[in-house]
């Protein structure tokens, strides 16, 4: 059996606070071949997650600590959804294709994330272009405050 008890927890949110990304995880899974992914995530408020896509997946998002925004994107960057998760809703599921990204809104925060396998890292055309260049404040700043219709205004 495995299990994320809350001293693992409380480990997984120290490594994250001492990594250059301001994040950590834990896999479930035991190789990055497996058929689903399953990983817990502590991710402190500046971490910078850019707005991406998996064309070949779908992934489910669940707050086990904290609260986190959840966008989700046309293809021109337009928000199409905003979500509290952590909130009003403690689990949700983005479609394959879908341009998303995620700002924790709580230090210590932790998500866990389940996607189909087997692990692909994001290619370079499936980050959103709209993003190129930005810091993590810029784009942190503006993800906090994005409502549906909102589209991010470069500096």
């Not at 500046?46 to 896509?53: F, I, K, Y």
């Not at 404040?137 to 503006?142: K, S, T």
């Amino acid at each position: 059996m495995k299990m994320l008890d809350q001293t693992a927890l409380d480990a997984l949110t120290a490594q994250a606070r001492q990594s250059p990304r301001l994040r950590a995880n834990h896999n479930f899974h035991q190789e990055l071949t497996e058929p689903v992914q399953r990983l817990a995530i502590a991710m402190e408020p500046d971490t910078l997650v850019l707005p991406h896509r998996h064309p070949h997946t779908w992934e489910v998002l669940f707050a086990l600590r904290g609260r986190f925004v959840v966008l989700i994107f046309d293809d021109g960057g337009q928000v199409l959804t905003r979500c509290v998760l952590g909130e009003a809703c403690p689990l949700l599921e983005i479609p394959a294709g879908s341009w998303h990204s995620v700002l924790s809104l709580d230090a210590g925060g932790v998500i866990f994330e389940v996607k189909q396998g087997a692990y692909q890292p994001v290619a370079a055309q499936d980050v959103a272009d709209w993003s190129a260049g930005q810091t993590a404040a810029q784009l942190n700043g503006w993800y906090a405050v994005a409502q549906a219709g909102a589209r991010y205004a470069r500096n």
